[in-house]
């Protein structure tokens, strides 16, 4: 049996719907790099196969995001064990991801490290107010926050954590740490992952200005949380532009 999952892994991998799934979850990777929401070499995007939902694409350990390509990314089991391509695993990524995956039932699961969003992890809230910007009214009723840091995610009990404090929530704030956004595809989860990060700086800057902000009452946010949700052309719209513009 030992033998078999490989050859099954190695064949899937092969397969041109999953060949597809590589090359987007690479081009999310050059994309995020592109807008400057990555982290030199660390932070990880994964994306669980519709075919085998307990196995999940993953970029591997030690590229920067901006030279990703589809033949880079890898296959792996919820062990972490490579089932395919040539790069090796980073193991913090197998102890989240994974466990967001299994745990919180995400398809698509984006870590990030960047700018704006982890400074408001830093702060008394925690998170991005969905009553300020446009932008973070889209995020209104789907966010959690995890007010517990306890260092690197360096074992399987902290990923398993982190994901039961997310929920059913598309967006965690980890405190002093980063972010995670999910999504049921990779082009969705991105548009969620480049407009959480805007609408983070947009608070940011409001708040250094020092004069008080002026929030929407939480009905309105959610109105527009719901006209967002129910309109995802957008998102397919910006990541086929991305597609044309990115190599």
């Not at 030992?2 to 979850?25: G, M, S, T, W």
């Not at 990555?38 to 030690?62: D, I, K, M, T």
């Not at 548009?191 to 009905?219: K, N, S």
Request: hydrophobic fraction near 45%; include cysteine; aromatic fraction near 6%.
């Amino acid at each position: 049996m030992k033998n078999e999952i490989p050859v099954q892994a190695q064949d899937l991998f092969r397969a041109p719907a999953v060949r597809a799934l590589r090359d987007d979850l690479a081009l999310a990777l050059r994309a995020a790099a592109h807008h400057g929401l990555g982290e030199g070499v660390c932070n990880h995007f994964s994306v669980a196969l519709p075919q085998r939902p307990e196995w999940f694409l993953l970029n591997p350990r030690g590229m920067h995001w901006s030279e990703v390509q589809g033949h880079d990314i890898v296959l792996v089991d919820a062990e972490g064990q490579r089932l395919a391509g040539t790069h090796p695993v980073e193991p913090t990524a197998m102890f989240i991801h994974a466990a967001v995956h299994r745990i919180a039932r995400k398809a698509c699961v984006m870590h990030t490290h960047m700018p704006y969003a982890t400074a408001l992890t830093l702060t008394d809230s925690g998170g991005l107010d969905t009553t300020l910007s446009q932008n973070a009214m889209r995020f209104h009723g789907r966010i959690a926050v995890d007010a517990a840091y306890n260092g690197l995610a360096l074992d399987a009990g902290e990923g398993e954590r982190i994901a039961r404090a997310m929920g059913d929530a598309d967006v965690a704030f980890l405190a002093n740490h980063g972010v995670i956004v999910c999504g049921e595809q990779v082009g969705w989860a991105f548009d969620d992952l480049y407009y959480l990060e805007r609408a983070c700086m947009h608070q940011v800057l409001a708040q250094a200005t020092g004069r008080p902000l002026r929030p929407v009452q939480p009905e309105l946010a959610a109105r527009v949380a719901a006209q967002t949700a129910g309109e995802r052309m957008q998102s397919d719209l910006f990541f086929a532009s991305l597609r044309r513009t990115l190599r």
